[in-house]
């Protein structure tokens, strides 16, 4: 959806170093979340924000955390990676209640 | 890459058939649901959704079924294209919470 854009689309990078993750997006949306995808696993949610001011840990929040710096924009940072934590992030979006979330196209995230 | 795809069941249909892809959700209390589609290097698009009040809703070249008595929701594409080969699930959501449980996936593929 190329309404959610994130940034970098591909990453690798080293056991220890600290990575953000950017998504931006233009749908006017005022709910963001940040999910990792890992391959025979469904969608595992990180972290959310409903507004700007309201931030929440998801069900694997460990290791991670985010800004909400506007409407617009929601960052994920690995403060000091790790190799389990390679795998593919999604940044989503969403309206209101009965509405689907919208997808970037994902970062693929690799720590050696 | 494909490394999300790994190891899913895999519907393979020829071209023109009609395709049928099962999911079995978790929760009973969930009351709105979604089908996307992963193509490889992109993120999940949404198809369709239904709200637990309803049994059918069509679109395009799909439907969606949904049965509560048994957990149970089906997607159904007519007349299956080679542009319809990729990843499906389902994901399912309690209106009024954050949470989205996702499906692990079908892979399609089209028999050409």
């Known amino acids: 959806d190329a309404d959610v854009t994130q940034t970098p689309r591909n990453r690798i990078t080293k056991t220890g170093k600290r990575i953000m993750l950017e998504c931006s997006q233009t749908?006017?949306?005022?709910?963001m979340y940040w999910y990792r995808q890992d391959p025979g696993l469904g969608l595992r949610l990180i972290y959310y924000?409903?507004?700007?001011?309201?931030?929440n840990k998801g069900e694997i929040s460990d290791g991670y955390s985010v800004s909400r710096q506007a409407q617009a924009k929601f960052s994920l940072s690995l403060e000091s990676a790790i190799p389990n934590q390679t795998a593919l992030y999604f940044c989503?979006?969403?309206?209101?209640?009965?509405?689907?979330?919208?997808f970037g196209d994902g970062t693929r995230l690799s720590i050696l | 890459g494909e490394s999300v795809g790994l190891h899913l069941p895999t519907l393979s249909v020829q071209e023109g058939d009609n395709s049928i892809i099962n999911c079995a959700y978790s929760n009973s209390a969930s009351d709105y649901f979604i089908w996307y589609k992963q193509e490889s290097g992109k993120g999940p698009q949404f198809i369709i959704d239904i709200r637990s009040n309803m049994d059918k809703r069509q679109g395009q070249r799909v439907t969606v079924l949904l049965n509560k008595t048994v957990k149970h929701l089906s997607l159904q594409i007519a007349a299956t294209q080679p542009g319809d080969s990729a990843v499906y699930f389902c994901?399912?959501?309690?209106?009024?919470?954050?949470?989205?449980?996702f499906g692990t996936g079908t892979r399609l593929k089209v028999l050409a």
């Open positions: 989503a979006t969403s309206d209101t209640d009965y509405q689907p979330q919208h």
């Open positions: 994901a399912e959501n309690i209106i009024g919470t954050y949470k989205y449980i």
């Open positions: 924000s409903f507004d700007v001011k309201d931030i």
């Open positions: 749908k006017g949306h005022d709910r």
